[in-house]
């Protein structure tokens, strides 16, 4: 299994981002895809995650400002980040479920300046 992340750069405070993962090979079926984030000198948090159904779950302090969607077709999740501030500055990576198993994609940086 493979994902490939796209998406990321950098903005300003308030602007607006959208990182895509798409994932291929052997996959199955996808449960749950999502992203989490690593900012510098932080732990790696869960950010948001949408399961094969769509059901969504986000981070607090990223709800209402993000939303989490997929197509399950393409096997692909995109996450559509907006109003972001300073502290969403990060490496995102994505991830899915294919059963109980996780596979991860490369990190994409998101930089936010004021």
């Known amino acids: 299994v493979q994902l490939q992340a796209y998406g990321g750069g950098s903005v300003q405070t308030g602007g607006i981002l959208r990182l895509s993962c798409a994932a291929s090979?052997?996959?199955?079926?996808?449960?749950?895809m999502g992203w989490y984030r690593q900012a510098p000198g932080k732990q790696r948090e869960f950010v948001a995650s949408?399961?094969?159904?769509?059901?969504?779950y986000y981070k607090h302090s990223v709800e209402g400002r993000f939303t989490i969607s997929r197509d399950n077709a393409k096997n692909t999740a995109y996450l559509q980040m907006n109003s972001l501030k300073l502290e969403d500055t990060a490496v995102y990576y994505c991830?899915?479920?294919?059963?109980?198993?996780?596979?991860w994609g490369q990190g994409t940086l998101v930089t936010v300046s004021s």
């Open positions: 090979g052997n996959i199955g079926e996808i449960t749950f």
């Open positions: 949408i399961s094969s159904n769509h059901t969504t």
């Open positions: 991830f899915v479920y294919i059963g109980l198993k996780q596979y």
